[in-house]
């Protein structure tokens, strides 16, 4: 399912109104399957030092899952929608099919937090089976954004396409510039 700019808007002001401090920009993913994790090292640790806001308002998967352990917990939040889904790092073999990285593997771990960490060794460990974290679930592990807290400010916004994920910006206003 698409969501047009119009939705992706109005989800951004809700969300606004509630993150809970001042940012210089705001990433809002959505649908996130995963790709290469030194990529998403590089993104989110750019976020972090830009102190961007990063927003969870759907499928968070793979190493999508690295934001909960590089961006600081006050800096990102989870929607009612945030799905993440864990699974042991691979790549592909001679023949194409994957093969467990184990140290691709070994390197999630060490980012994931050790609240993260326990839900994980908790429902299964990494393995070649995803494994998911929604809902209540979440609570403990990912802040809400939607509980009430002070209004952030957004001064800046930027659209992040890493692989064929794409992070929507906190305005098209200022997409246009």
């Known amino acids: 399912m698409r969501c047009g700019a119009g939705w992706i808007g109005a989800v951004t002001a809700a969300l606004l109104a509630v993150l809970p401090h001042d940012a210089n920009a705001m990433l809002v993913i959505t649908a996130d399957i995963g790709g290469r994790i030194g990529k998403y090292i590089e993104t989110y640790q750019n976020a972090r030092q830009t102190g961007e806001l990063v927003v969870i308002d759907g499928v968070c998967l793979s190493a999508c899952t690295l934001v909960l352990g590089i961006i600081p917990p006050g800096r990102v939040c989870a929607t009612s929608r945030a799905r993440f889904g864990f699974h042991a790092a691979w790549m592909p073999g001679d023949d194409g099919r994957p093969i467990t990285s184990p140290l691709g593997t070994q390197a999630l771990w060490n980012i994931y937090p050790s609240h993260v960490r326990r839900w994980i060794n908790n429902h299964g460990g990494l393995s070649r089976k995803m494994i998911y974290l929604q809902g209540s679930a979440l609570d403990g592990i990912v802040a ?34």
Do not use: F, L, M
């Open 144 to 177: 809400s954004c939607e509980q009430p807290t002070q209004r952030a400010q957004v001064r800046s916004s930027r659209r992040i396409t890493t692989g064929s994920v794409r992070y929507h910006s906190a305005s098209a206003a200022n997409d246009r510039r």
